[in-house]
């Protein structure tokens, strides 16, 4: 899964932050450099922004993992290539469901706190910013363009991340919060109604991505996820996954029988091919006499016609000295 902790490797960065262990995976690195160079950029951008992410996906992380050890939990941070989760090793006592809530919303809340106190900082120096495409406050622009450019990723991503999550699509955090607050209502099917919940709110940001966003990125990520819910609504109803089930083994059954057919015709026609060319060849080796008694015929006339022209040449010849 792409959104599961990955494995440890030798590349990883650890390190701890106060107490709390955090490790970054390197495909985080990566990921994170590809989508900076995905558009016009330098290597100052591209340094800015690969910062801007890692502290803004910390600072996100952070927040569960402080309320998750609030409550009970032993937490450790790993930043990955799809973004970072915080998880638990251990538990002293299990979470109520408010508290469970309430975890699932401090990574996004931490988030926009973090924005809100960047926002009142440059505002608190005089200066005017943006956020989100917003322009805040009435002060001049920040003295360095660099600097500018610092803020503006910072309040962009804290902004923007803690938004994407709150969408109720597994395994974001608003779907944790729909999850809860659906089990509440009905334990027994509250789980698979929020996969569903998860199936078309995914199939909407489809629909956004492609059409409002313009970001084909943004389609294929919320399909793919759209995708996996529906794979876990399969499961959770004890069926065989979508690969499994009778209409792919249909599916699978006709292809089958339609590459046998293509291949049959294509044995066929080579074997027609093959007795065509063997029948032309045949033609051909049955009119070779012919063509060569022709050749002989031609060839006696020929010789019959230069006799003839022979002939009277010599009487001219001897007619001419006896005169």
Same mark, same amino acid.
């Given at each position: 899964?792409?959104?599961?902790?990955?494995?440890?490797?030798?590349?990883?960065?650890s390190?701890?932050?106060?107490?709390m262990?955090?490790?970054?995976?390197?495909?985080?690195?990566?990921i994170?450099?590809?989508?900076?160079?995905?558009?016009?950029?330098?290597?100052?951008?591209?340094?800015?922004?690969?910062?801007?992410?890692?502290?803004?996906?910390?600072?996100?992380?952070?927040?569960?993992?402080?309320?998750?050890?609030?409550?009970?939990?032993?937490?450790?941070?790993?930043?990955?290539?799809?973004?970072?989760?915080?998880?638990?090793?251990f538990?002293?006592?299990?979470?109520?469901?408010r508290?469970r809530?309430?975890?699932?919303?401090a990574?996004?809340?931490?988030?926009?706190l973090?924005?809100?106190l960047?926002?009142? @900082?440059?505002?608190? +120096?005089?200066y005017r910013?943006?956020?989100?495409? #917003?322009?805040?406050?009435?002060? /001049? %622009?920040?003295? $360095?363009?660099?600097?500018?450019?610092?803020?503006?990723?910072?309040?962009?991503?804290?902004?923007?991340?803690?938004?994407?999550?709150?969408?109720?699509?597994?395994?974001?955090?608003?779907?944790?919060?729909?999850?809860?607050?659906?089990?509440?209502?009905?334990?027994?099917?509250?789980?698979?109604n929020?996969?569903?919940?998860?199936?078309?709110?995914?199939?909407?940001?489809v629909?956004?991505?492609?059409?409002?966003?313009?970001?084909?990125?943004?389609?294929?990520?919320?399909?793919?996820?759209?995708?996996l819910?529906?794979?876990?609504?399969?499961?959770?109803?004890?069926?065989p996954?979508p690969?499994?089930?009778?209409?792919?083994?249909? @599916?699978?059954?006709? +292809?089958?029988?339609?590459?046998?057919?293509?291949? #049959?015709?294509?044995?066929?026609? /080579? %074997?027609?091919? $093959?007795?065509e060319?063997?029948?032309?060849?045949?033609?051909?080796?049955?009119?070779k006499?012919e063509?060569?008694a022709?050749?002989?015929?031609?060839?006696?006339?020929?010789?019959?016609?230069?006799?003839?022209?022979?002939?009277?040449?010599?009487?001219?010849?001897?007619?001419?000295?006896?005169?």
């Amino acid at each position: 899964m792409l959104f599961e902790e990955p494995a440890r490797s030798k590349y990883d960065l650890s390190f701890n932050l106060g107490r709390m262990p955090v490790r970054v995976h390197p495909a985080f690195w990566i990921i994170t450099v590809l989508f900076a160079i995905g558009g016009p950029s330098t290597p100052t951008t591209i340094l800015v922004w690969v910062g801007a992410i890692f502290v803004s996906i910390l600072v996100h992380e952070l927040g569960h993992a402080l309320l998750m050890r609030r409550y009970g939990l032993s937490p450790h941070i790993v930043l990955h290539g799809m973004g970072g989760l915080a998880a638990a090793d251990f538990g002293l006592r299990s979470q109520s469901r408010r508290e469970r809530i309430l975890i699932a919303l401090a990574g996004p809340g931490a988030g926009f706190l973090f924005a809100l106190l960047l926002v009142g @900082l440059v505002l608190g +120096l005089g200066y005017r910013t943006h956020l989100l495409g #917003l322009a805040i406050g009435n002060g /001049a %622009a920040l003295p $360095s363009p660099t600097l500018q450019l610092v803020i503006a990723d910072l309040l962009y991503i804290n902004a923007g991340w803690g938004l994407v999550n709150l969408i109720p699509v597994h395994p974001l955090d608003g779907a944790h919060v729909a999850e809860e607050l659906l089990r509440s209502r009905d334990p027994e099917r509250g789980t698979r109604n929020s996969l569903w919940v998860s199936v078309v709110a995914g199939a909407i940001m489809v629909v956004v991505g492609l059409f409002v966003l313009d970001s084909p990125f943004v389609a294929f990520l919320f399909g793919y996820l759209a995708y996996l819910s529906f794979v876990a609504i399969q499961r959770h109803r004890g069926l065989p996954p979508p690969s499994a089930s009778k209409g792919w083994k249909r @599916l699978r059954e006709r +292809l089958r029988r339609t590459r046998r057919k293509v291949e #049959l015709r294509v044995v066929e026609t /080579a %074997a027609k091919q $093959s007795i065509e060319s063997q029948a032309r060849m045949e033609e051909k080796a049955a009119s070779k006499p012919e063509i060569k008694a022709e050749a002989e015929e031609m060839l006696r006339s020929l010789s019959e016609e230069a006799r003839r022209v022979r002939k009277p040449s010599s009487k001219i010849g001897h007619g001419r000295e006896e005169d």
